[in-house]
């Protein structure tokens, strides 16, 4: 069995030797200068196997008083992801955090907002939650599987920050882009327990992102004199929705430049396709793809009211998968929020056209040599 303090960070590293990204990231906690926060997260069935397979992408918590990982987590900072009664079996990056304290209007937003990225569709999970006065959601990334790790943990917590003990050291471009409000120290929770009272979330990172370009128009309440979306944090009004709207193929330079500037698709155009994926495109060839492309277009987002809406697009294994989620048409809300095509209504020619020739210039552009291979190879 493991000691907390020092083992499970020593056997984590060792367990992601390898890994092009956990490797390089975890390298800190050798030599003590980690400036992440490590946490470890108990998680139930079957919402860790849904974390494991991307369809949960947002981890909540509730609770009656404000105990970690309420005010805790923060971007960046990893969570090893144990299974109840069993071993550590992954980890993840925090992307994101939202801190309620819950009134109606809060429990509403949690519900109507993230209950599917939650995977909290079953009407028992809020009815096993109702009496929390606190709640936390985190957006991850990078969730990956690991070699399992088997820790001595005899207490009830369902959450354990491993380290810092305090929380307090967050790395130097989470701290220094941060506005005097949104700064977590100790001083500052009777300031921010206020703005918790009004039941928006309070996002740590948001600065830091606005700052950079990241900007989150994503169900965000925020509009404009015109009645289109703005930047949910900092307000930013950069979009012009209506040309969007248009879904003109000759202006996907635009197109491609707003997604890439949103927060929630900008990994989609950065990460790398995994080996599974990027053998399968250039094993297709261009037509073959165009073909898999189209057909997975209609069915996952080509009926009026698709079964699973919101997460019937897996996250890895397909290059046609990364373009969806990079393209804003992995479900039917992404596809009214970003292209105008209303819902409750079935994809016509036209519009499934449209929508592959996006998803194959995504291709193309992420996968040059695509362009080399004979078409229709098999």
Request: net charge positive; charged share 25%; proline share 6%.
């Given at each position: 069995?493991?000691?907390?303090?020092?083992?499970?960070?020593?056997?984590?590293?060792?367990?992601?030797?390898?890994?092009?990204?956990?490797?390089?990231?975890?390298?800190?906690?050798?030599?003590?200068?980690?400036?992440?926060?490590?946490?470890?997260?108990?998680?139930?069935?079957?919402?860790?196997?849904?974390?494991?397979?991307?369809?949960?992408?947002?981890?909540s918590r509730f609770s009656a008083r404000r105990t970690a990982p309420f005010?805790?987590?923060?971007?960046?900072?990893?969570?090893?992801?144990?299974?109840?009664?069993?071993?550590?079996?992954?980890?993840?990056?925090?992307?994101?955090?939202?801190?309620?304290?819950?009134?109606?209007?809060?429990?509403?937003?949690?519900?109507?907002?993230?209950?599917?990225?939650?995977?909290?569709?079953?009407?028992?999970?809020?009815?096993?939650?109702?009496?929390?006065?606190?709640?936390?959601?985190?957006?991850?990334?990078?969730?990956?599987?690991?070699?399992?790790?088997?820790?001595?943990?005899?207490?009830?917590?369902?959450?354990?920050?491993?380290?810092?003990?305090?929380?307090?050291?967050?790395?130097?471009?989470?701290?220094?882009?941060?506005?005097?409000?949104?700064?977590?120290?100790?001083?500052?929770?009777?300031?921010?327990?206020?703005?918790?009272?009004?039941?928006?979330?309070?996002?740590?990172?948001?600065?830091?992102?606005?700052?950079?370009?990241?900007?989150?128009?994503?169900?965000?309440?925020?509009?404009?004199?015109?009645?289109?979306?703005?930047?949910?944090?900092?307000?930013?009004?950069?979009?012009?929705?209506?040309?969007?709207?248009?879904?003109?193929?000759?202006?996907?330079?635009?197109?491609?430049?707003?997604?890439?500037?949103?927060?929630?698709?900008?990994?989609?155009?950065?990460?790398?396709?995994?080996?599974?994926?990027?053998?399968?495109?250039?094993?297709?060839?261009?037509?073959?793809?165009?073909?898999?492309?189209?057909?997975?277009?209609?069915?996952?987002?080509?009926?009026?009211?698709?079964?699973?809406?919101?997460?019937?697009?897996?996250?890895?294994?397909?290059?046609?998968?990364?373009?969806?989620?990079?393209?804003?048409?992995?479900?039917?809300?992404?596809?009214?929020?970003?292209?105008?095509?209303?819902?409750?209504?079935?994809?016509?020619?036209?519009?499934?056209?449209?929508?592959?020739?996006?998803?194959?210039?995504?291709?193309?552009?992420?996968?040059?040599?695509?362009?080399?291979?004979?078409?229709?190879?098999?």
């Amino acid at each position: 069995m493991l000691n907390w303090s020092s083992e499970v960070p020593n056997n984590l590293v060792r367990v992601v030797k390898g890994d092009p990204f956990w490797e390089q990231y975890l390298r800190p906690l050798s030599d003590g200068n980690a400036t992440f926060a490590l946490h470890l997260a108990v998680m139930l069935e079957p919402f860790l196997t849904f974390m494991l397979d991307g369809r949960k992408t947002i981890e909540s918590r509730f609770s009656a008083r404000r105990t970690a990982p309420f005010d805790r987590v923060h971007s960046g900072d990893v969570i090893l992801l144990k299974k109840a009664g069993g071993p550590i079996v992954g980890l993840c990056l925090a992307r994101e955090s939202w801190f309620y304290k819950l009134n109606p209007e809060s429990w509403k937003t949690i519900r109507e907002e993230f209950a599917t990225f939650i995977c909290a569709q079953d009407p028992d999970f809020w009815k096993d939650r109702e009496h929390a006065s606190f709640a936390t959601l985190i957006r991850v990334a990078n969730v990956t599987p690991i070699e399992q790790i088997r820790v001595e943990k005899r207490d009830r917590r369902g959450w354990v920050v491993l380290s810092p003990p305090d929380g307090s050291s967050l790395p130097l471009w989470q701290t220094a882009n941060r506005s005097p409000e949104a700064r977590n120290t100790e001083a500052d929770i009777p300031e921010a327990t206020s703005e918790l009272s009004t039941g928006r979330p309070h996002l740590f990172p948001d600065s830091y992102d606005c700052v950079a370009g990241l900007h989150t128009y994503h169900l965000s309440k925020r509009i404009n004199a015109h009645g289109n979306p703005i930047c949910k944090h900092c307000g930013a009004d950069l979009i012009d929705w209506n040309r969007l709207h248009r879904r003109d193929l000759e202006d996907t330079e635009y197109m491609f430049a707003q997604l890439m500037s949103d927060r929630l698709r900008s990994e989609w155009w950065t990460k790398e396709f995994d080996i599974v994926a990027k053998k399968h495109a250039l094993r297709k060839g261009v037509q073959a793809l165009e073909e898999a492309a189209r057909a997975r277009l209609t069915k996952s987002v080509g009926a009026a009211y698709p079964a699973f809406d919101g997460r019937q697009t897996p996250r890895s294994g397909n290059t046609i998968y990364y373009a969806q989620h990079a393209l804003a048409c992995c479900c039917r809300k992404c596809l009214w929020y970003w292209h105008g095509i209303p819902l409750g209504t079935t994809l016509g020619p036209d519009s499934l056209t449209y929508l592959t020739q996006l998803v194959m210039k995504y291709i193309q552009l992420r996968l040059p040599e695509m362009k080399m291979m004979a078409s229709g190879a098999k």
